[in-house]
């Protein structure tokens, strides 16, 4: 046991390699949040705009560009669609910005479904009492139906945050020192390959079960408001 903490004071803390798992894990967390924020505002915008559509005959061609782009950004593989905005279309942009957008724009696809169907869950007659109430359509889905279709796609959203979480260990390909890139810079300059490998999958794992739980938390905490 007295060699293994050796090892670890020797490849992390001796070498100051620990900086550097510090700014990748910063850096993981920096393009997770952002890449969510972008992803709940884009696929909400989408999904609010799909369902509008099928009662306004304008917007009925800006839904089909919209399910091409969530057909195509499902079909592309995270990787290549981050190395086609770092190489062809955001040139000139720092790789965690290029990473923040990319991430974004891929949860976007996957989140516009998920919000579509707890907006379809919710039963049509709660937009109609808010419009009876005098509301407009949008405001009737802002303050009426978007609050309930939430309790209903929580979980979905939440494992979709995990997902999201652990996407961005490919964000290394674009030049990010994320939290696997910084392990494999640590793992590449000292020759040790376990102990790096082995904290960037422990780290990786207790903030998925961290997030987990929160959101368990945050379900049941719902639960209770809806039965009192």
């Not at 915008?45 to 499902?74: H, N, Q, W």
């Not at 770092?86 to 942009?93: D, F, K, Q």
């Amino acid at each position: 046991m007295s060699a293994w903490f050796d090892k670890i004071y020797e490849t992390f803390i001796e070498t100051g390699y620990y900086n550097l798992m510090i700014e990748g894990l910063y850096n993981t967390i920096k393009i997770t949040l952002g890449a969510l924020v972008i992803g709940v505002l884009l696929g909400t915008l989408i999904a609010v705009t799909k369902y509008f559509s099928e009662d306004v005959p304008v917007l009925k061609p800006l839904a089909k560009v919209l399910d091409i782009y969530v057909t195509a950004i499902r079909g592309i593989p995270v990787v290549v669609l981050l190395l086609v905005f770092y190489y062809v279309i955001m040139t000139s942009s720092e790789g965690v910005v290029v990473g923040v957008i990319t991430f974004g724009i891929n949860s976007s696809a996957y989140m516009a479904e998920l919000i579509r169907s707890g907006i379809n869950a919710v039963d049509p007659g709660q937009m109609e009492a808010g419009r009876s109430l005098g509301m407009s359509k949008a405001q009737a889905m802002a303050k009426i139906v978007l609050p309930q279709a939430v309790k209903y796609i929580l979980p979905a959203i939440g494992n979709e945050f995990v997902a999201l979480l652990k996407e961005t260990s490919v964000a290394g390909y674009v030049a990010v020192v994320d939290l696997t890139r910084a392990g494999n810079l640590v793992r590449n300059n000292t020759f040790d390959a376990i102990n790096p490998l082995f904290t960037i999958a422990i780290t990786y794992l207790i903030m998925t079960v961290g997030l987990t739980r929160i959101l368990a938390a945050v379900e049941r905490r719902l639960a209770k408001s809806d039965k009192g």
